[in-house]
């Protein structure tokens, strides 16, 4: 870290303190913020030598009497989509609760600057504590996180190292693919989604192996050329479905797509041509939009800002010092059938 980077005066820097203390950094920035998992008597010599050096943390990094900046970081990949979007608005409402604010990091759907972020703009911000949506972090990332010793979880999938609070994916796939099987389905196609950036996210890995997996114990073949990408939006579910018609015959009867975007872009585009849902064709989800139930769409719910608001609660519990209050959840999943799927057509292939 950087000796300008944290406060201070007259030249002496957060290490200066942390070598004539014999603590660390991380055990400096912690006594001088009000954080927990520091001793009185550990905290009261910080302080001391603090003193005696005249190492003063800026107004923002102290929050002055209390010593925490009251505020909350969350990073996300995007903010316009909606898991995001909802998950946002449930750390919100727990942050709101509890008086803190929220500091917005959001990428923009590209990693280009992040190492930027880790190792300048979190410590300007003096966040207290991090919520992480929807992406895995880099071993060096995690490595400047644990120096600044702020409570982290990520929301959204799984990460290795860090807690996190998620749907189990691969159960929610497997459920969505069962049940156009159990409908009657032999002929699905996959629409997955994929990530261009570097966010080094696993849940699109996770949704497509769980549809290999399903379709391979029920015996029926998956088939390459009905193995579709998209990005997770509308247009990109649309952009699949022409490519996917533009294929000879045969056709799939169902499509099983790996977010409530991308179907609802498939249903728009089918019935743009011709192509009844379900009649012709069945459609499944995963999300449970705010759009799934008006277009009718069937669906592998969950509630991104319900993981959110618990993952906020468990940070401010921590920093309360609750001990063990950060940890991994399992949120909840549930199929919730609607107009989108149906029996095939008796032909067993699509028109």
């Not at 009657?184 to 950036?197: K, N, Q, V």
């Amino acid at each position: 870290m950087e000796r300008s980077q944290r406060g201070g005066h007259s030249g002496v820097s957060i290490e200066d303190v942390a070598a004539a203390a014999g603590v660390s950094t991380a055990t400096v920035s912690r006594a001088v913020r009000g954080l927990p998992r520091v001793s009185p008597a550990t905290r009261e010599k910080i302080l001391e030598v603090a003193g005696a050096l005249g190492y003063v943390a800026s107004s923002s990094a102290s929050g002055l009497a209390t010593g925490r900046t009251k505020t909350i970081g969350v990073l996300a990949p995007f903010v316009s989509r909606w898991f995001f979007s909802k998950a946002i608005e449930g750390a919100d409402r727990e942050l709101h609760a509890r008086s803190y604010n929220l500091s917005l990091f959001n990428l923009g759907g590209h990693g280009s600057h992040r190492e930027r972020l880790f190792s300048k703009t979190m410590v300007y911000k003096q966040i207290d504590a991090l919520l992480v949506l929807c992406m895995a972090l880099t071993h060096e990332e995690l490595d400047h996180l644990q120096k600044l010793d702020i409570p982290l979880v990520v929301v959204g999938g799984h990460v290795e190292e860090c807690a996190y609070i998620g749907i189990d994916d691969y159960a929610a796939a497997s459920t969505a693919v069962r049940h156009l099987i159990d409908l009657g389905h032999r002929d699905i196609a996959l629409l997955h989604g994929d990530d261009e950036t570097d966010l080094n996210f696993d849940v699109p890995r996770v949704r497509i192996l769980a549809f290999k997996d399903v379709m391979a114990a029920a015996g029926l073949p998956f088939r390459p050329e009905w193995d579709e990408m998209g990005d997770f939006t509308v247009r990109s579910g649309q952009e699949a479905f022409r490519r996917l018609w533009a294929l000879p015959a045969p056709r799939p009867t169902a499509i099983f797509c790996a977010s409530d975007e991308m179907a609802m872009g498939v249903i728009f585009e089918a019935a743009r041509v011709g192509v009844r849902v379900p009649e012709d064709l069945s459609v499944v989800g995963i999300d449970n939009h705010d759009f799934a139930e008006a277009v009718g769409l069937t669906t592998v719910g969950q509630r991104p800002d319900e993981q959110a608001e618990l993952a906020t609660k468990m940070l401010l519990d921590e920093l309360d010092g609750v001990s063990g209050a950060v940890h991994s959840a399992v949120a909840e999943h549930q199929l919730i059938v609607r107009r989108t799927t149906a029996a095939p057509p008796s032909g067993g292939t699509a028109a």
